[in-house]
């Protein structure tokens, strides 16, 4: 199986599945000398993981890695930096009867065409239980970025019919995790946490919008033609599981002003080239522009809901199906350490390959 190594530079190769014996990943790049903070990596681990409150899948997993290389009393070696995520509450059982069905909206079908077998089991390969490694290497290549003033955070902007309307504000971490559903408004909140216990009790799942701002970005990262910096962010959003849309700045709004409208004209304050505007998100030309990067990403509702659907099997036949187990009525919420760890795979990638031409 292909495409499981991500970035040029700064790389990331994840393996494991689901319920097998571990979740795991090597990152390979990451300069000698920095001082690994372990406490960082198990606070973004912690809020990606499942269980922590009413609102997610009630599976329990500690989600502590285990280092095996790369890193000397604490500090990066230079060498590949290899670790290891036991899954301990796997639940195989609950997939039994599942092994000859296709699921609707899950890789079930495609898996079984492409490779000729599957791992039934919580969806192998395919699920999301493999974002653990992306949030482990996130948090290394951010600690590399802070190092060097760039800040990401990101929050839930919107679940089903609820949304926060965000006007450039800036937030922390610590205020978007002021609410279980990390949105940073506790009424639109309330909002949402009513909407996700609605449609937990009928059974069923929601989707939503989570946005990212990233603050302290150089300019000059994004190598253009093919390498532009969104068009990488945007293929690192698109491979969360669940991503069904990504759009930067103004998006798919700029689709309906005018130029006159939409320019971000430079201005200058206290001496620096700045923009008036940002429907750019901080990007032109595919390089950074050195204004805060900010973008959305829309996830679907979860796939595997608690109520009678229509499927097809192995042999062809329409049966009918009811998932069992153990899933999250909206993953959006644990998903924004996960957009978060992308943000820094990308940017850290990006600042290596600029760095080394200079």
């Known amino acids: 199986m292909a495409g499981n190594t991500f970035g040029t530079l700064f790389r990331l190769t994840t393996f ?21 903070d372990f406490e960082a990596i198990r606070q973004q681990l912690q809020r990606r993981k499942p269980g922590q409150n009413k609102y997610t899948t009630q599976r329990s997993e500690e989600d502590e890695p285990e280092w095996l290389s790369g890193i000397f009393d604490g500090i990066a070696t230079g060498t590949p930096m290899a670790f290891l995520v036991r899954n301990k509450d796997h639940h195989s059982t609950d997939y039994q009867a599942l092994k000859d069905i296709f699921r609707p909206s899950h890789a079930d079908f495609t898996y079984e065409v492409k490779y000729g077998l599957r791992d039934y089991r919580g969806g192998g390969r395919s699920s999301a239980r493999e974002t653990v490694a992306r949030v482990i290497a996130g948090s290394v290549a951010e600690q590399i970025l802070a190092s060097h003033g760039v800040r990401i955070v990101a929050w839930v902007s919107g679940i089903g019919g609820c949304n926060f309307t965000w006007n450039n504000q800036t937030f922390s971490r610590e205020e978007v995790d002021a609410t279980p559903v990390r949105c940073p408004d506790e009424h639109v909140a309330a909002e949402m946490m009513r909407l996700v216990e609605q449609v937990k009790d009928e059974g069923d799942t929601v989707g939503g919008i989570i946005t990212c701002r990233i603050d302290g970005v150089p300019v000059g990262l994004g190598e253009p033609v093919f390498d532009k910096l969104h068009a990488e962010l945007g293929k690192a959003m698109l491979s969360i599981n669940a991503v069904k849309g990504f759009s930067i700045g103004s998006g798919f709004e700029a689709a309906q002003m005018r130029g006159s409208q939409h320019n971000d004209a430079f201005v200058m304050e206290e001496g620096r080239m700045e923009t008036a505007a940002n429907f750019s998100g901080g990007i032109q030309g595919g390089i950074s522009n050195g204004q805060p990067i900010w973008f959305q990403v829309a996830f679907k509702p979860v796939a595997s809901i608690a109520q009678k659907q229509s499927t097809v099997n192995k042999e062809g036949k329409e049966v009918e199906l009811e998932i069992k187990g153990r899933h999250d009525p909206c993953v959006v919420p644990r998903a924004v350490p996960i957009v978060e760890a992308m943000s820094a795979l990308v940017l850290c990638d990006f600042y290596l390959r600029n760095k080394a031409i200079k």
């Open 16 to 36: 494991g599945e689901s319920h097998g014996p571990a979740i795991g990943g090597v990152i390979d790049g990451c300069p000698p000398g920095l001082s690994i």
